[in-house]
């Protein structure tokens, strides 16, 4: 029973900044490990980063690498993924995520093996 809620999308143009941000209630997530994953139109939803729940291990899919970063803030039970130089293929409906792992120390891109998701937030990067 955890519920995540993200906020900060909206239209920005190419080349402009975000921070997106998800807040997890219910059950404690601290030990999860989180991500964030998109979906733009006709394509299936891909991960963008994750983060372990150790905070020790994080990646990223290609596209994003230098540009994205993925944090997280225990203490107020939030995921972040700060968005810059962004493109227009950056455009989608960005979701976070939260999977129970046993290994503290390892966190999955792959939409398949996560159970708990938030509702999305938009993203659109004008040219």
């Known amino acids: 029973q955890v519920q995540l809620v993200e906020s900060g999308g909206g239209l920005v143009q190419s080349g402009g900044s975000l921070r997106l941000s998800c807040t997890a209630s219910?059950?404690?997530?601290?030990?999860?490990?989180m991500g964030w994953f998109r979906q733009a139109p006709g394509k299936e939803r891909e991960g963008i980063s994750c983060?372990?729940?150790?905070?020790?291990?994080?990646n990223y899919t290609d596209s994003v690498k230098g540009r994205f970063t993925i944090s997280r803030d225990n203490a107020k039970s939030t995921l972040y993924l700060q968005m810059n130089s962004l493109e227009p293929e950056d455009t989608g409906r960005y979701y976070c995520?939260?999977?129970?792992?046993?290994?503290?120390?390892?966190?999955?891109?792959?939409?398949?093996?996560?159970?708990?998701w938030g509702q999305g937030t938009q993203v659109t990067v004008s040219a």
């Open positions: 219910g059950k404690s997530v601290d030990l999860w490990s």
């Open positions: 983060i372990s729940g150790s905070n020790r291990y994080r």
């Open positions: 995520a939260a999977q129970r792992f046993s290994n503290v120390d390892y966190c999955s891109r792959l939409p398949s093996l996560i159970h708990t």
